[in-house]
Each structure stands twice: as structure tokens, then as C-alpha cells.
């Protein structure tokens, strides 16, 4: 066994037992990845290494930081012996609200070296949709005015991930679309359009530079599937706007 680590020899009855304390408490897995201590996404992590079989060895400060997390020691998550609850007298800690991290921007134009990955942007959590599940969607927040018919600079995309909600994207929708071009990634929200050359992601603006192809500036609808060099992944669809007060 490595220093510092748990042998996931039993990773399916670990997650069980995690199952279970999470039932008594009534917390969610972000909730849970998130009072250990560890990405909000850790508990995901875990359970697809189960599920494709590719287990890794846990570590203790992890185990640690979900026995905290949900009131029990990390012999009986590792075990099922000893105490499920802790003794202690101390409050089990809460999240302060079920809802979303905000996870990054996007931003028509604003080309970085990365593409689209989860780090929270800041500690605000913003509500989610009630119509489909929490652990399917994310928050990411505008900036600029590419999509200022439907979205300002500012407002936050409450978004449904099409793998993990495991749905698709239709003509019509609003979406959450990468780019990538000579190893550069631009991360937007396009609405997705039906024309005669095709399918298309269109900005969705006021702004001439989006919407009049005569302006000097103006930046046209990209194609879908049109050949080239440059490769477009569609992330998500937008299922509802979060406006700050």
C-alpha cells in the first residue's frame, strides 16, 4: 500500500457506505465533494473510476475529508467496523444552498490556451434548474455582448452537459459551444440555427459586429461540421438565465 493512501481494493462497497451516509444526511455528491474539502466533481470521479473499472487507491486526506464531511471515521468507510456516527458533538456541516458554482465565462472572440474545464470561478453558488437533475448542470457567465438579445454581460448560464444529461441539442437552442483553432480554444454561447448553407451557431445580438455582415467587424455564424481546420464541440444547452442583483 502506498504511503498516505487507502487500497480501493473495494471501491463499490466503499461507495456504498458513502451511499448511505449520504442518505441519512441528505446530501448531494457535489455537496459532499464539497464540505471534504475537494473538488466539487470528486465524488463523480470516483464513482466513473468504479464504473469503467479503472480504480485507483484513494487517499487518506481524501477519506479524511469525507468522513468529516459526513459525520463518520475513516475506518468505517474503509471497513463497515466501528461506529457508523460520530460521536462528537460538533454540527454536521451543511452546504449553504442547494445550486451551481460558477464555473468559467464564455466569450465570443476571447481565445485561450484551454479548452473547457470545471474550475469555480468564484465562491458564489447560483440556483439551479429544478426541472433536471443538479449533478447534470453547470453555471458559466457572460461576458461581452455576443448573445445581448437573450443574455447581458454579467448574467449567468445555468447549463444542461449533454454527456452527462445525456441528451442532444436541437435547432433552436441555446448553447454552450467550443472552438478550437491552432491548439487556441474559444469557449461561447451560440444559438444553433437552420440555414441553406447548413447547420450554423449564430450570435444572437444586437451589435452590429454580430449581427450586420456588412459592418467592417462583423464576426458570421460558424458552420457545423463545415471542413477545415478547426474542430467545434457542442457542451451544453442553456436552460435558464441568472440574473445578479
Not at 6 to 20: C, Q, V
Not at 94 to 103: C, D, K, N, Q, S
Request: charged fraction near 30%; include cysteine; aromatic fraction near 6%.
Amino acid at each position: 500500500m502506498a504511503a498516505g493512501k487507502a487500497e480501493a481494493e473495494d471501491l463499490g462497497s466503499l461507495l456504498a457506505r458513502i451511499d448511505k451516509r449520504q442518505r441519512a444526511l441528505g446530501l448531494s455528491d457535489r455537496a459532499v465533494s464539497t464540505l471534504a474539502g475537494l473538488s466539487p466533481s470528486y465524488m463523480r470521479g470516483l464513482r466513473r473510476q468504479f464504473e469503467t473499472g479503472a480504480q485507483e487507491d484513494v487517499r487518506r486526506e481524501s477519506l479524511a475529508g469525507l468522513s468529516r464531511a459526513m459525520n463518520t471515521s475513516v475506518e468505517w468507510l474503509l471497513t463497515g467496523e466501528g461506529e457508523e456516527e460520530s460521536l462528537t458533538d460538533a454540527p454536521v456541516p451543511r452546504p449553504r444552498a442547494p445550486g451551481l458554482e460558477v464555473f468559467g465565462t464564455v466569450a465570443a472572440g476571447n481565445w485561450k490556451d484551454h479548452g473547457f474545464r470545471e474550475d469555480p470561478l468564484n465562491a458564489d453558488i447560483v440556483p439551479f434548474d429544478p426541472r433536471y437533475h443538479i449533478e447534470h448542470q453547470y453555471a458559466l457567465e457572460v461576458r461581452g455582448i455576443s448573445i445581448n438579445r437573450v443574455a447581458d454581460d454579467g448574467d449567468i448560464l445555468i447549463c444542461l452537459d449533454l454527456g452527462r444529461s445525456r441528451t442532444e441539442a436541437r435547432p433552436g437552442d441555446l448553447v454552450v459551444a467550443e472552438r478550437k483553432r491552432d491548439g487556441a480554444y474559444e469557449l461561447s454561447a451560440r444559438r444553433m440555427r437552420i440555414t441553406p448553407d447548413g447547420l450554423v451557431l449564430a450570435h444572437d445580438s444586437t451589435d452590429p459586429a454580430f449581427a450586420d455582415p456588412k459592418h467592417p467587424q462583423y464576426q458570421a455564424p460558424t458552420r457545423i461540421n463545415s471542413p477545415g481546420d478547426e474542430e467545434i464541440r457542442i457542451l451544453a444547452r442553456v436552460i435558464s438565465i441568472y440574473r445578479p442583483l
